[in-house]
Nanobody, 118 residues
């Protein structure tokens, strides 16, 4: 059984910064793609950033230049550094990891609230 635990959300003023973390635990042999998604009230969940096992990254246009995704394979952890936050970044942020346990599977974190005040 694999579990993802997120941390780092909170309330911040516009222009501020936050760093999200998501650690996987359990019987893990390897981890492929890691990613962050977000869902604002009344909107669909959207991809924010993604990082492959090789370290290749992709970002939503709305966060390019402001957000940075990174991973620590030794700690089974993915990070999202967010700077220059805007009110429109307000959402619940979910981490995702594609994990090889007994088999390959997709796993999600519980979600962490990020609120950016104007």
């Amino acid at each position: 059984q694999v579990q993802l635990v997120e941390s780092g959300g909170g309330l911040v003023q516009a222009g501020g910064s936050l760093r999200l973390s998501c650690a996987a635990s359990g019987s893990i042999y390897s981890i492929g793609t890691m990613a962050w998604y977000r869902q604002a009230p009344g909107k669909q969940r959207e991809l924010v950033a993604r990082i492959s096992s090789a370290g290749d990254t992709n970002y939503a246009d709305s966060v390019k230049g402001r957000f940075t995704i990174s991973r620590d394979n030794a700690k089974n952890t993915v990070y999202l550094q967010m700077i220059s936050l805007k009110p429109e970044d307000t959402a619940v942020y979910y981490c995702y990891q594609y994990v090889l346990g007994a088999t390959w599977g997709s796993y999600w974190g519980q979600g962490t609230q990020v609120t950016v005040s104007s």
